[in-house]
């Protein structure tokens, strides 16, 4: 198949280098702003260049991949869609629920599929968490915990963009609770600080937070999440039922040094960034895309999952600005 990308910074170089080694592309058209990148793009891969998003749709593609920034995507979204041409793109669908709500109405009812990329559905580890909850392993749940730690924080032009770390970091805890437990969060208590770079802190952002999620069956899901981890990027879940209690992430590369006396665990390097951590996860993520692309399955992250993941980080961000619980039905009123 021909599939088309549409913006090629760092995630997009990323996905452009995974959909060349897939044995179902064939080829692959690029349409990047910035000419430098897209003849980067094209000398690397053989892609075709497109000079601009409406180019790269009439292009013949089978399908998109959306990279591009933030603000860009409900567009480009949208004009895939009325494309007829099935389309994945980057988390989050818009910068702004409301403009979100509004991609969800223009592509409802259309049959052309949208994917959003929300990774950890596809990494091995959480798969297999998945998996044992609805098996009934752990029995009823009680608690969770997920944590998302970065080694450092991005620069300072993404955090002011990014619209705080509870809407482009703590959300992927937040789709990948509502993704292995099966169940809706109905109310959060968040907290934040800034103890670190002082540019988050001028940006009105916190650098570290904690939130507690009350799901719709009472079990209890604790999320950390901070910019400044030393160590290394540190993603990881724990689940703890009436049954037994299982973690993803709890492995060599693991970014934590034990000190309890004869122990060796973890061993390995430590992971020093997402890429490293999800690699595996990107490929299965992008092949799952071609296989909705070629009809083979539905979408595995609607644009309805992504909402639900902002809604909850809608939440948070009003509960820690307020200092109070906020439930997820009031943030969705408005």
Avoid at 3 to 25: D, M, Q
Avoid at 239 to 249: L, P, R
Avoid at 287 to 300: D, I, K, L, M, N
Wanted: glycine letters at 10%; charged letters at 25%; proline letters at 5%.
């Amino acid at each position: 198949m021909r599939i088309g990308i549409l913006g090629l910074g760092r995630i997009g170089a990323f996905h452009a280098e995974t959909l060349h080694t897939l044995e179902t592309v064939d080829s692959l058209v690029v349409a990047d702003p910035y000419a430098d990148a897209a003849k980067a793009a094209a000398e690397r891969f053989g892609a075709e260049i497109a000079d601009s998003p409406e180019a790269l749709l009439a292009a013949g593609v089978d399908g998109v991949v959306v990279a591009a920034a933030t603000d860009a995507h409900p567009a480009l979204i949208v004009a895939a869609v009325e494309a007829g041409v099935p389309v994945f793109c980057e988390k989050p669908v818009a910068r702004t629920m409301t403009e979100g709500v509004e991609v969800l109405k223009a592509v409802a009812g259309r049959d052309v599929p949208v994917q959003i990329g929300f990774n950890r559905r596809f990494d091995a580890g959480f798969v297999a968490a998945r998996e044992a909850v609805r098996a009934g392993e752990l029995g009823k749940l009680h608690t969770v915990r997920s944590t998302t730690l970065d080694p450092a924080p991005p620069p300072a032009a993404y955090i002011t963009a990014s619209g705080g770390i509870f809407r482009d970091c703590s959300v992927h805890d937040f789709d990948v609770i509502r993704w292995v437990t099966g169940r809706e969060v109905s109310e959060v208590y968040a907290v934040g600080g800034n103890r670190g770079a002082d540019f988050i802190r001028e940006a009105g952002d916190a650098d570290t937070t904690g939130a507690v999620l009350t799901l719709d069956d009472g079990t209890i899901a604790v999320v950390s999440n901070s910019r400044h981890n030393a160590r290394g990027y540190d993603v990881r879940m724990e689940i703890h039922g009436f049954a037994d209690s299982i973690a993803v992430g709890l492995e060599d590369k693991l970014p934590l040094r034990s000190v309890e006396p004869g122990t060796a665990f973890p061993a390995g390097v430590p992971h020093d960034f997402f890429m490293d951590r999800f690699a595996a996860a990107y490929r299965t993520e992008l092949t799952a895309f071609t296989e909705v692309v070629a009809g083979a399955r539905p979408s595995p992250c609607t644009v309805e999952d992504a909402l639900e993941a902002g809604w909850i980080a809608e939440a948070c961000t009003l509960s820690l600005r307020e200092h109070r619980p906020v439930t997820v039905a009031e943030v969705k009123r408005g």
